[in-house]
């Protein structure tokens, strides 16, 4: 089977034009280890580029990669025709069986349901529900990517969902859909547990109001002198953004609270290796990588119960479930793992177990290829 996988090679995303080696999401490129476990397949990887990069012909022995340049006019501001004709003029040269398009964020979605092949669309993040949350401004990145996913799901020929959140929330507008989890990059699986000299809370996530991070501080302050326990923040957090602001006010006058800006794997690994647990307070989400990444590193989980979090997470079986409304349930749930070593410890053992059996690469590869199968078959 030969497969064209639309993505987003992050190059683009941070402007890091020098680099030689093209990068993906964490999703993306988990199930792209996965694939190169599967012989039987062939994987070309397309990504839009507004500067021409040096990109290796080959990511592994069966996944090719072709990086398109589109000039910036053929972006956001022209509903991404640009990188629509781009794909489609590259597609049409490798002839693949199927399109997989990862995400409605960016350009992927669109050139996946005007690729003229066969498709399939994977919701990463459910861009009208986080615009609703986030109370988008019209004309606003996320108010016209909203926009855009209303557009491309009714036509795409099946959309992927990470969770039963996602797929009730696409129900109307899908033509069919699946519940097929993220993939966990496999090197997370060998985190060993280092030494710490204080509790270290993990936190997460893009810095913004859907995340929830000034309600998870609140909620700490009252135990964090007590307990010694010391919380890192991990994420983007542009500082003109007005939760930002307020965020990193907060911190001046919490010495144990650390904003440690975005993480690359190699950090986030070694972070997770020295963690007692995993905080995610979101009052929105959908397959947090946090908390997959967390389980695999056998590190405890404390999470909000909305979006796709109940898929993941079994309250006191694989991880503790919070309101994230509320501070006396956030502190709760932190408390309790705080001093409950054993029921840490057998928390993380069961949430590792759980990660192996469902979330390695190579066998979320296998549900897609169950997937591409599915569409070929009935729309032929």
């Known amino acids: 089977m030969k497969i064209a996988l639309l993505t987003t090679d992050n190059r683009e995303n941070f402007r890091e034009y020098d680099k030689t080696e093209p990068y993906f999401g964490t ?17 070309h990887v397309v990504s839009c580029t507004q500067e021409r990069m040096l990109s290796p012909a080959k990511l592994a022995a069966n996944v090719w990669y072709h990086s398109l340049v589109v000039p910036k006019i053929g972006w ?43 498709n399939v669309l994977t919701i990463h993040g459910n861009m009208r ?33 990470l969770s039963k959140y996602t797929q009730d929330a696409v129900q109307d507008l899908a033509r069919r859909t699946w519940v097929v989890p993220n993939a966990v990059d496999s090197t997370f699986f060998g985190v060993r547990p280092a030494a710490s000299e204080a509790p270290l809370i993990l936190c997460v996530g893009h810095v913004c109001q859907r995340k929830n991070q000034q309600q998870f501080v609140r909620a700490i302050d009252p135990i964090a002198a007590s307990r010694g326990l010391q919380v890192l923040f991990l994420g983007d957090a542009p ?9 990193f006010q907060m911190l001046q006058v919490r010495p144990w609270c650390t904003y440690g800006g975005l993480a690359e794997r190699t950090q986030l690994r070694d972070y997770l290796s020295r963690t007692t647990l995993l905080a995610l307070p979101s009052v929105e989400d959908n397959c947090p990588m946090a908390v997959l990444e967390a389980m695999a590193a056998s590190v405890p989980v404390v999470a ?24 006396s349930s956030i502190r709760t749930a932190v408390d309790r ?3 409950d070593s054993k029921f840490r410890q057998e928390l993380a053992a069961r949430a590792k177990r759980i990660a192996l059996d469902r979330y390695h690469p190579k066998t ?5 290829l169950a997937v591409y199968r599915e569409v070929l078959r009935t729309d032929s």
């Open 27 to 43: 999703a993306a490129g988990a199930l792209l280890q996965g694939m190169a476990e599967l012989p039987q397949v062939e994987v």
């Open 129 to 161: 529900l986080i615009a609703k949350v986030n109370r988008a401004k019209p004309f606003s990145y996320q108010w016209l990517a909203a926009r855009l996913e209303k557009l491309t799901l009714p036509r795409a020929g099946g959309v992927v969902c």
């Open 239 to 247: 500082r003109h953004d007005p939760y930002c602001a307020e965020f």
């Open 304 to 327: 909000a119960k909305v979006g796709g979090l109940p898929d993941l997470i079994e309250h006191e079986v694989n991880g503790l479930f919070c309101d994230p409304g509320d501070l």
């Open 337 to 339: 793992l705080i001093l």
């Open 364 to 368: 979320v590869a296998e549900r897609h």
């Open 76 to 118: 956001l501001r022209t509903g991404y025709q640009g990188c629509i004709r781009a794909v489609r003029k590259k597609l049409r040269e490798t002839q693949p069986d199927i399109v997989h398009a990862h995400g409605t964020e960016r350009d992927c979605g669109l050139s996946g349901i005007f690729s003229g092949f066969a």
